[in-house]
T-cell receptor, first 113, second 114 residues
Framework: QKEVEQNSGPLSVPEGAIASLNCTYS??????FFWYRQYSGKSPELIMS????GDKEDGRFTAQLNKASQYVSLLIRDSQPSDSATYLC?????????????FGAGTQVVVTP | SAVISQKPSRDICQRGTSLTIQCQVD?????MFWYRQQPGQSLTLIAT?????????ESGFVIDKFPISRPNLTFSTLTVSNMSPEDSSIYLCSVRTGVGEKLFFGSGTQLSVL
């Protein structure tokens, strides 16, 4: 079992719709969770962080964390063509030293006009 | 956030040669991290670089292949030694900083080995 799992996609989303991305992790002691957006040929860009159960909203993005079920999700509302990218889920494992993140393989999102 | 400058941005190298990648941060940070992203794959941590001590390498990565320097709190280098085509990847420098100690990435070095 991979430590951080994501559906690889591609996830095709009509413009203006909601894109829903899921991520599960194996280490129940994980404490910090992040979503990165990566455009083709570019480095990952942090878009959301979440540390406690529940929802966290930032503009069109909402991160949701459920530690009991060991999943974190990202919702993108009113999807735009500029949201077409690969989204990486990252988890800071409790058993690792400070700063070591585990990344999922990423979900490719394609927003169609 | 942090401004992380990485160079070169890309390079094409011959098999058996070495390439040194530089990473400069606009603020002092305790630890810097080097990741590799192979084509179509996610990010894999190569090593953690602390100022004043030897880097800590992840399983599957060794110092002879990926020597790292960390001379001060704003700068680090990663060398990819004796390169083979399997080393063709994007190499990323990163730091944790700011509220919540979030992880930020440099612009990356796209390496192609022929």
């Amino acid at each position: 079992q991979k430590e951080v799992e994501q559906n690889s996609g591609p996830l095709s989303v009509p413009e203006g719709a909601i894109a829903s991305l899921n991520c599960t992790y194996s280490d129940r002691g994980s404490q910090s969770f992040f979503w990165y957006r990566q455009y083709s040929g570019k480095s990952p860009e942090l878009i959301m962080s979440i540390y406690s159960n529940g929802d966290k909203e930032d503009g069109r993005f909402t991160a949701q964390l459920n530690k009991a079920s060991q999943y974190v999700s990202l919702l993108i509302r009113d999807s735009q063509p500029s949201d077409s990218a690969t989204y990486l889920c990252a988890v800071n494992r409790a058993t690792d030293s400070w700063g070591k993140f585990q990344f999922g393989a990423g979900t490719q999102v394609v927003v169609t006009p | 956030s942090a401004v992380i400058s990485q160079k070169p941005s890309r390079d094409i190298c011959q098999r058996g040669t070495s390439l040194t990648i530089q990473c400069q941060v606009d603020s002092q940070v305790t630890m810097m991290f080097w990741y590799r992203q192979q084509p179509g794959q996610s990010l894999t941590l190569i090593a953690t670089a602390n100022q004043g001590s030897e880097a800590t390498y992840e399983s599957g990565f060794v110092i002879d292949k990926f020597p790292i320097s960390r001379p001060n709190l704003t700068f680090s280098t990663l060398t990819v030694s004796n390169m083979s085509p399997e080393d063709s990847s994007i190499y990323l420098c990163s730091v944790r900083t700011g509220v919540g100690e979030k992880l930020f990435f440099g612009s990356g070095t796209q390496l192609s080995v022929l």
